[in-house]
């Protein structure tokens, strides 16, 4: 059921993905032309770069899912969990798996306690969704500081504000 779930996200952020591009490149396509102000293209930036975010965070979650769907698989071979049977398994006493959102992975359960993630999820996935999320989000800040602070200077120093 998890993996439904987490399907049904993927399509979600496939939609929010082409939502941010399509917004972004008209407003820095806007800005290009001089119909925009410079707030409005950064912002058209900063959407640019949560829409990369949410792209690489949706292409991790589709190999969890597909690690999920793996390890859910029942029948003939099953246990220990397939996706957990990475080099050196044979050693390791593999009691069970979860799966880790933030950051996104597929960490599998040994009988000692112990966990270790079993690489489904590309390594540059998490750094990257990170790095796209952090400068979307330094784009926005520094696009509304740039609208607060074009506001304030084109009004004058008798006009009050309420």
């Known amino acids: 059921m998890v993996w439904l779930l987490s399907l049904l996200f993927v399509v979600v952020l ?18 290009m032309a001089g119909l925009r102000e410079p707030p409005a293209v950064l912002r058209g930036i900063a959407a640019l770069a949560g829409a990369c975010a949410v792209v690489v965070y949706a292409w ?3 190999h969890v899912v597909g690690a999920l769907l ?3 698989d029942g ?3 099953s246990a220990p969990v397939r996706s957990c049977r990475t080099p050196g398994w044979e050693a390791r006493d593999i009691s069970g798996y979860h799966v880790s959102f933030v950051p996104l992975g597929f960490v599998c ?12 999820v590309p390594g540059y996935v ?3 969704a990170a790095v796209f999320a952090l400068a979307g ?7 509304g500081y740039a609208s607060e602070r074009r506001a304030r200077s084109t009004q004058g120093p008798g006009d009050v504000q309420l």
């Open 137 to 143: 989000a330094g784009g926005a800040v520094t696009a």
């Open 14 to 31: 496939a939609a929010c993905g082409f939502g941010l591009v399509g917004y972004g490149f008209g407003a820095v396509a806007d800005g």
């Open 126 to 128: 998490n750094p990257a």
């Open 60 to 62: 991790g979650l589709l």
């Open 75 to 77: 029948g003939t071979d």
């Open 109 to 120: 359960e040994t009988g000692d306690g112990g966990t270790y993630d079993n690489g489904d």
């Open 70 to 72: 793996e390890a859910e």
